[in-house]
């Protein structure tokens, strides 16, 4: 065990941010002793794989060489020296004829941060940090900002804007989103224009699994900016089966023009705050309760019984409440028409708001404006590393279904949809409010 004595009078004078300084140059040398022995280990397996491939001579093709020249890696430890171990692989492919390349998937040949880093800088950015102050801040953290000079982050920066720019200019016709969920979220960085905001649209594939669709800036409640976005989408882009977001986005108006077959589902954590907002505060703790047992229903018919009761216990004293889903009934519910497993994602707009939590606008914007490129690119690389952490909406084998127009009655799949009857005229059931 590794034991570190002090002179006490020593660490008296220094204070405790010697002691600091020490402890993270342990952890910065612990984390460069753990990156060498797994970058030794990489090779060490790769060289091992193809010791039988060997040429006319007998002799091996793929053999250790030496190391590369030392380089910084900024990590979430600070800035850490690298000296990685070279291969020499001397086969040739078969069908290219080109060489074969040993490729670390550790450390790639050019990296000078770790992803972390990557996804640090867009954070910062969204959050009201101007670029020119990347270095200084993350000195301050990290007791260096090796890699990160003025030129380093205008050059990251340029790369991420062309990045975005490609991503809104590729082919949609190879990919099918079943499911799509859009949000208008404002930043703490301005974008120019102080009501500017990122209109974001995340979709599920056929397979079930989640991914970015389409980013721009524009105006959340403007129905010409939404329109732009989606006729964007249609180079190759099938109607999504069901949209879920925000009642008051120009989205709505913009999809029954460009994408008039999509159903439509209201986000009920807007639904639910905009219901508080007409509420007084001492009434909000049981108003939430009885919405969530709307949406938490056991399926469509006891979430009309709740919105019954919640219409009878409110109606009298706040009809502007009430008439907030009363009005709006059908595009809450319409979520509960499809797969049960997939009903916990499609009644609120999560995924968005989840990615954007700690960067959209709560209280006062940044005084500066951000450069609008700069916004969307650093937005695009956020959501760009979020998406690789995203899991697959439940039963994504469900989904493919959904797309194929299979009828699912109270969340399970209808074999023969002719099948449901209709209670007759007069009957009650068993879910109707007394």
Request: aromatic share 8%; charged share 25%; net charge neutral.
């Amino acid at each position: 065990m590794l034991t570190v004595v002090h002179d006490a009078e020593s660490a008296n004078e220094n204070g405790s941010g010697a002691g600091r300084s020490l402890l993270d140059e342990i952890v910065r040398d612990g984390a460069r002793q753990m990156l060498a022995a797994a970058l030794q280990a990489e090779v060490a397996a790769y060289v091992d794989a193809h010791a039988g491939e060997v040429d006319d001579n007998g002799r091996r093709l793929v053999v250790r060489n030496g190391y590369h020249h030392e380089r910084d890696i900024l990590t979430a430890a600070g800035a850490v020296t690298v000296t990685a171990p070279r291969v020499n692989d001397k086969r040739i492919d078969a069908v290219t004829g080109e060489r074969q390349r040993f490729s670390s998937a550790i450390l790639p040949a050019w990296a000078r941060k770790s992803p972390q880093m990557t996804e640090v800088l867009p954070l910062l950015y969204l959050h009201g940090l101007s670029t020119s102050d990347f270095g200084p801040a993350l000195e301050q953290f990290l007791g260096s900002s090796a890699g990160l000079s003025a030129t380093t982050i205008t050059r990251l920066t340029s790369q991420w804007q062309d990045e975005a720019k490609t991503f809104g200019e590729r082919d949609l016709s190879g990919t099918d989103y079943v499911y799509l969920w859009v949000d208008g979220i404002h930043l703490k960085v301005r974008l120019e224009q102080e009501k500017l905001c990122l209109l974001v649209m995340i979709g599920v594939r056929s397979d079930g699994r989640k991914e970015l669709v389409a980013l721009a800036d524009g105006y959340r409640e403007s129905t010409e900016s939404w329109a732009d976005l989606l006729r964007g989408c249609r180079r190759g882009m099938t109607a999504p089966v069901l949209a879920v977001g925000d009642g008051a986005l120009g989205f709505w108006k913009a999809m029954r023009e460009v994408f008039p077959a999509t159903r439509e589902q209201r986000c009920w954590f807007h639904k639910q705050a905009n219901v508080l907002s007409c509420l007084p505060k001492s009434a909000h703790p049981a108003a939430s309760a009885a919405i969530k047992e709307i949406y938490n229903a056991e399926d469509i018919d006891h979430a009309q019984v709740a919105i019954k009761a919640f219409e009878i216990d409110y109606g009298a004293k706040y009809p502007k409440a009430v008439a907030k889903i009363v009005d709006d009934a059908d595009v809450l519910l319409e979520f509960y028409k499809y797969p049960a497993e997939h009903w916990i994602h499609l009644r609120t707009t999560n995924p968005i708001e989840s990615t954007f939590a700690t960067v959209r606008l709560r209280t006062k914007v940044t005084k500066g404006p951000g450069s609008r490129a700069a916004g969307i690119a650093m937005a695009y690389k956020l959501i760009d590393a979020a998406q690789a952490r995203w899991r697959a909406v439940n039963a994504p084998h469900l989904v493919a279904l959904v797309r194929a127009g299979a009828v699912f009655h109270k969340g399970k799949l209808l074999e023969r949809p002719a099948d449901i009857t209709p209670p007759e005229p007069g009957e009650t059931t068993e879910t109707e409010v007394a």
